[in-house]
């Protein structure tokens, strides 16, 4: 996935179908999508003094990143891993590498624990978090890359220094997030006297896009505990953009809970399936790459429908896992509509 601006997205109904968002986190300055991923967005480079009027500019950073692969997990500590960061835009640009512990919420949503510490509402999430920032060493911490090219960052799971290797820590799923953000070129933005040249009564400024990617990195200590059910399943219908461009239209779409049950998160592809589309490749609806990680028990779910269900016609939905054991049937439930 590649950033892009803050008022455009690749995924159809993104604001309103959030299963259909990919397990990354696109995320920038100011306002946040929900799901698995959060929109980029700009800031301010240069502002003059307050002014009756004022007019702006933009001028994007001409870098389009995209990173592979979107998600990593190490099943015991010692273990080694490679991310791929590639520079897909117009310009040179350099990337700065780090990590930032990051919770989900009951919406998908995925929050910057720094930001989610001045919620009061939201501080059950971040105290359920295992970090594992102390157990996971990366390099480098920052790249600049020509246009086309790309960077190796290599990860190692090993025991914070605190418990060492005669003390490991304690059974169960830590997680951080790698984050990798564009650095604005020190050339970009107005300068004072470019910004105070014009007409005394108008605000000059200039607008750039930060551009920024985060992936979890998971580490789990002990044997997985993947278990999980479907509650809760209901259906809408909502005019939605059929492929985030085109007009608005009725739209059939399913409602419900994917629940977690054991200790360990949850990651996986949902399929649903009415009379029509038994034994087809093509399902009714699909939904990849969800996630309900451990510092949540559910997870709110939404699957545009391809075709309006017959009344009284059953649906089935099954979520499979695509992490521990790929193509495993972990929950599934059956919806007759009314």
């Known amino acids: 996935m590649a950033g892009k601006a803050a008022t455009s997205t690749s995924w159809p109904h993104a604001r309103r179908a959030r299963a259909w968002l990919a397990p990354a986190v696109l995320f920038g300055v100011f306002t946040a999508l929900a799901c698995e991923a959060i929109a980029q967005g700009t800031a301010p480079a240069v502002a003059a003094p307050p002014a009756a009027a004022a007019a702006a500019s933009t001028d994007n950073i001409h870098a389009n990143l995209n990173i ?21 835009g117009t310009g040179p640009a350099t990337f700065d590498i780090q990590l930032v512990d990051r919770v989900m919420l009951p919406d998908g949503q995925i929050v910057a624990v720094d930001e989610a510490a001045a919620k009061p509402e939201l501080k059950a999430y971040i105290d359920k978090l295992m970090s594992a920032k102390a157990m996971v060493v990366t390099s480098p911490r920052r790249a600049t890359l020509a246009p086309g090219k790309g960077q190796t960052i290599r990860i190692r799971a090993e025991a914070p220094v605190a418990g060492g290797a005669g003390n490991p820590p304690q059974p169960g799923e830590y997680r951080t997030h790698l984050t990798v953000t564009t650095i604005p070129p020190r050339d970009i933005g107005l300068t004072a006297e470019q910004a105070a040249s014009g007409n005394p009564q108008e605000l000059r400024f200039q607008i750039n896009s930060v551009f920024g990617i985060s992936i979890p990195l998971i580490i789990r200590v002990g044997a997985p505990d993947v278990r999980g059910s479907i509650e809760n399943v209901s259906i809408t219908t909502e005019n939605l953009s059929p492929d985030g461009a085109s007009p608005p239209r009725p739209t059939s779409v399913l409602k419900f809970q994917i629940v977690r049950l054991g200790t360990s998160s949850l990651f996986g592809n949902f399929e649903v399936r009415g009379a029509k589309e038994k034994g087809s490749k093509d399902p009714l609806g699909l939904a990849r790459g969800v996630g309900v990680y451990p510092e949540i028990d559910r997870r709110q ?29 972990v929950a599934t439930t059956t919806f007759k509509t009314p």
């Open 68 to 88: 592979s692969p979107k998600r990593v997990t190490f099943d015991r500590l010692g273990r080694t891993a490679t991310i791929y960061v590639f520079n897909q």
């Open 301 to 329: 779910m939404q699957i545009p429908l391809k075709r309006t269900p017959a009344p009284g016609e059953q649906l089935e939905i099954s979520f499979k896992d695509d992490d521990t054991a790929p193509g495993r049937v």
